[in-house]
């Protein structure tokens, strides 16, 4: 009825359909190694980014948070949602979209599902974290709980690590099966296991991220010897840890951004000043990362928003002249901004 | 390529479009009606309302601002920028959108554009507010600056109050004569104005919103009279406000929320202990409004969280059964929550 909305008004929008064709079209290891450059290119300018802690709105059940941050240039927020008991319910536990705007005008320039983008972006950082970290020539990882991150961290690992073996448990066998099932013709070798113990004999990767919300003990003490990388997602809320304190103890640890990981990570079991080094020190040169083949480097990965907006950014790109986004109506854009009236009133249909 | 995705990963969409459509299809007064009634019955209940304070990433030239609140069933927020030098490149100084989920699972259940939404929710509220504060029977209302609110202003005083005439002022005549233009045949007399002074004759509710962002004297001491009820919407920022401090001592002062409104409001300009009124409190009955008719009532407004978490509550209800909204694939919702990766092979062309 109304005429056409003017360009600025139209925001690239990226549904479900339009990534998963986006990934198909690229590629798997296409994508996370798009995602992951820019996210190492992100963080070796760390210091020109906005770090706000991410705005949580909690209650008995989940909790809904907005992670904005921005480097001047572009703005990037994520809306996303935590509901442990969703699963149980058929739902997803974590759902998220985002958005990428320009902060010299305000507008919006992107808006994007986010669930499987988040998925891509945490096991890119996963596999910049080790290839930063693990040992050198590294070829096996143990995957210790295989649900939705399981097979994107597997297949990071092997695009920016050179992995070649994966070594998967579950206590739900179910989902070791549903994970080797996907992972075949990927190029991985695949060993399904029955314990934790099992899974870790050769691995020189040892990858966590199981989904109880608690203090367990995924990994005991004695499981982690010398020289191992451990790369710790699933411990990334308050009271949800998934490693002994004891490997902490013996680990050189590596995180995010301290100010959030002290509260969410695997350290919320140390001492509020217990040493930690910034990954983007490293990546950036400014800090060593692993410094011996019998240190123990430990990746304490909670997931943070610059992460977010590099994988936005990394999206913004990937999608120009392709057919994988439609513009959406979201903005009004009188021809007079100050007669906003004026349009509502001329797009009614006496008017048309 | 990919089956239809679930109900659950739908999210309904009102595109600027669809807003413009719905304003016509229930009526522009209809509209501020509704959501002035869930303006106050969401202020009636205004503890139950998590109140955190706005999220803002300010650059040289604006700000972008996430503004979440919740209820405790529902979660909502609104994105928007502020960038005055905007209108000067044919962009306008506020866009916003905004969103609504379910605390329960905190799935969203409704995107929309919040331009024109903000635009009824701030003269919704406007109208709440001289509701309960202006003095009885009040016929006039002068409308200082007539830029993008003034028609929105008008009509809800119209609507909610029951003025007849509204004086129109602008220093720029040329946006007088688009909002006297504007209102033709809306029912309201509408008489134009060469001074702010001719435009508060007789006027019992005195509007001001200006664009300025400066501190800007657009009532002084001396116009505002015994009896008069000022409805200011222009002093929202910090730096930005439109009324001598001298009216501000006479005047008992109404706010929505004081720790924003002594950051933004007129009453930047007082001693951060001078004494105001939440008009929650006037709506539930729990403090007075107006106690004469000699007295200068001051609704000092500055848009809060809770009044569009109202009007996003007002959309999601007013918009069932119409055409006003699109389905928007936003969720990825694999069958097996576990399976995202999953999810995402099957899409791929070869699984079509």
Chains 1, 2 share one sequence.
Not at 20 to 28: E, R
Not at 298 to 314: P, R, Y
Not at 321 to 349: C, E, I, Q
Request: net charge negative.
């Amino acid at each position: 009825m109304a005429k056409d909305p003017s360009d600025k008004a139209l925001v690239p929008f990226v549904s479900v359909d339009h990534m998963m064709g986006l990934i198909h079209h690229l590629g798997f290891e296409t994508m996370i190694r798009g995602i992951a450059d820019r996210i190492e290119a992100d963080f070796r300018r760390w210091e020109s980014f906005d770090k706000t802690p991410r705005v949580a709105s909690h209650s008995p059940v989940g909790v809904i948070e907005l992670m904005p941050t921005s480097d001047g240039e572009m703005y990037g927020f994520k809306y996303v949602n935590g509901h442990p008991k969703n699963m149980k319910e058929g739902l997803q536990t974590v759902t998220a979209f985002g958005l990428l705007a320009d902060v010299s005008n305000g507008y919006p320039v992107l808006l994007t599902e986010m669930t499987i983008l988040t998925a891509l972006r945490t096991a890119a950082m996963s596999g910049v974290a080790a290839k930063h970290l693990a040992p050198k020539g590294a070829k096996t990882m143990a995957m210790i709980g295989n649900g939705a991150q399981a097979e994107f961290q597997s297949l990071a690992m092997k695009a920016l690590v050179g992995i070649e073996a994966v070594r998967l448990y579950d206590i739900d066998p179910a989902a070791t099966e549903k994970c080797a099932r996907n992972l075949e013709g990927t190029g991985l070798r695949v060993v399904k296991c029955q314990s934790p113990e099992e899974a870790i004999e050769g691995a020189e990767i040892l990858t966590t991220c199981t989904a109880d919300k608690q203090y367990a003990t995924i990994l005991s003490d004695n499981m982690v010897g010398a020289g191992v990388h451990v790369n710790a997602i699933g411990g990334d809320c308050p009271g949800k840890t998934e490693l002994a304190p004891g490997i902490l103890h013996r680990s050189t640890i590596f995180v995010e951004y301290p100010e959030q990981t002290r509260i969410e990570g695997e350290i919320q079991q140390l001492d509020p000043d217990h040493p930690v080094t910034e990954l983007w020190q490293v990546i950036a040169g400014q800090k060593s990362g692993r410094s011996s083949t019998s240190e123990i480097t430990l990746f304490d990965s909670v997931g943070f928003a610059i992460e977010d907006f590099s994988a936005l950014c990394f999206l913004r790109e990937a999608i120009r002249g392709t057919p994988f986004s439609t513009p959406l109506d979201l903005l009004a854009d009188p021809d007079d901004p100050r007669d906003l009236f004026g349009m509502v009133m001329r797009a009614g249909p006496e008017a048309a």
